[in-house]
């Protein structure tokens, strides 16, 4: 976040780039703005906070902005893959419309079968038969 004209701005690390620069016992940030502006932080060097620190601290920021501009650029990459991959899944519906025709046709089929019900009917009488021998119905 960086206040630009008074007011808090977010702006993504990969848009962003950061230097420093030291004078005696002050540290200078300065962060690059997607927008062509500069901020500059200045911090005292002290005990709390050594020189080193903030050197370490630009140089984390900087490589953090390098590999999230590396990342973007993967990212956009991979886009129009995942959209043509996108467009082949859903245009191809060739197996399942053919699955279902397939399963019309078997119902179609089932329904008009008159052997299902004639071989329900066997089977209902094999039961009642069974039961009055043993006196059990299979299940």
Do not use: C
């Not at 002290?46 to 501009?69: I, M, W």
């Not at 990342?71 to 467009?87: F, I, T």
């Not at 399942?96 to 179609?108: D, F, G, I, M, N």
């Amino acid at each position: 976040m960086a206040q630009v004209d008074g007011r808090d701005t977010d702006y993504p690390l990969h848009e962003i780039s950061i230097m420093d620069e030291y004078s005696g016992k002050t540290g200078h940030v300065y962060i690059s703005l997607p927008d062509r502006r500069r901020q500059m932080l200045s911090v005292p060097l002290d005990d709390e906070t050594p020189e080193t620190e903030l050197r370490r601290f630009v140089v984390a920021v900087f490589n953090a902005a390098a590999d999230e501009k590396a990342a973007q650029a993967e990212r956009q990459a991979l886009v129009p893959k995942a959209e043509a991959k996108l467009r082949q899944t859903t245009a191809d519906t060739a197996d399942r419309e053919q699955a279902e025709e397939q399963l019309a046709v078997l119902k179609a089929r089932q329904k008009s079968d008159t052997r299902i019900p004639r071989a329900r009917r066997d089977l209902d009488a094999a039961f009642d038969r069974w039961e009055q021998l043993t006196g059990r119905r299979p299940r």
